[in-house]
T-cell receptor, first 115, second 111 residues
Framework: KQEVTQIPAALSVPEGENLVLNCSFTDSAIYNLQWFRQDPGKGLTSLLLIQSSQREQTSGRLNASLDKSSGRSTLYIAASQPGDSATYLCAVRGASGAGSYQLTFGKGTKLSVIP | ETGVTQSPTHLIKTRGQQVTLRCSSQSGHNTVSWYQQALGQGPQFIFQYYREEENGRGNFPPRFSGLQFPNYSSELNVNALELDDSALYLC??????????FGEGSRLTVL
């Protein structure tokens, strides 16, 4: 059974700092990995999707990397802003079987960017 | 803007009642899935529908059921509500790439 862990659970940084969020997963047989942002009481906003054959994806100040063999992904946020404050969730889709129908999520990292 | 809309946004039910949640997804996204998110947790997969048939299910009892319609809309039905069913229910539609797009969710409170 796939398990996804995100460390740290919460992070507080001053505005302008670069930061890294970590995600690890136990089964390396994945189809893709997706990073989401969730504001309090809201739905999930897709940030980046990395297919299993890719090593990284970039969108603006965000860069996500994937090391499938070691079961790890990182989300790098450059020059953080107060508007980046949210919970960031990592999710993986299995490559086959029952796991291919679903995303398995971590519990998220709650980020606070202090002005 | 994900193109996925859910209704209602909030609702309150009592234990034992039944609830129907609705979702409208983007045209052409023929896969829809539903997730349950308890407070402080990541979303948990309930089930997925493809071309109006359930083709994947998570660890949820049969009192959680769903429908998908030809117009890309979908329903999640929960019977015999329990207190632990209180959660945010999220609907998602998929692109062919496998990327999921979520709606804003329906917040269900069971008293």
């Amino acid at each position: 059974k796939q398990e996804v862990t995100q460390i740290p659970a919460a992070l507080s940084v001053p505005e302008g700092e670069n930061l890294v969020l970590n995600c690890s997963f136990t089964d390396s047989a994945i189809y893709n990995l997706q990073w989401f942002r969730q504001d309090p009481g809201k739905g999930l906003t897709s940030l980046l999707l990395i297919q299993s054959s890719q090593r990284e994806q970039t969108s603006g100040r965000l860069n996500a990397s994937l090391d499938k063999s070691s079961g790890r992904s990182t989300l790098y946020i450059a020059a953080s802003q107060p508007g980046d404050s949210a919970t960031y969730l990592c999710a993986v889709r299995g490559a086959s079987g029952a796991g291919s129908y679903q995303l398995t999520f971590g519990k998220g990292t709650k980020l606070s960017v202090i002005p | 803007e994900t193109g996925v809309t859910q209704s209602p946004t909030h609702l309150i039910k009592t234990r034992g009642q039944q609830v129907t949640l609705r979702c409208s997804s983007q045209s052409g996204h023929n896969t829809v899935s539903w997730y349950q998110q308890a407070l402080g947790q990541g979303p948990q997969f309930i089930f997925q529908y493809y071309r109006e048939e359930e083709n994947g299910r998570g660890n949820f009892p049969p009192r959680f059921s769903g429908l998908q319609f030809p117009n890309y809309s979908s329903e999640l039905n929960v019977n015999a509500l329990e207190l632990d069913d209180s959660a945010l229910y999220l609907c998602a539609s998929s692109r062919p790439t496998g990327e999921l797009f979520f709606g804003e969710g329906s917040r269900l409170t069971v008293l």
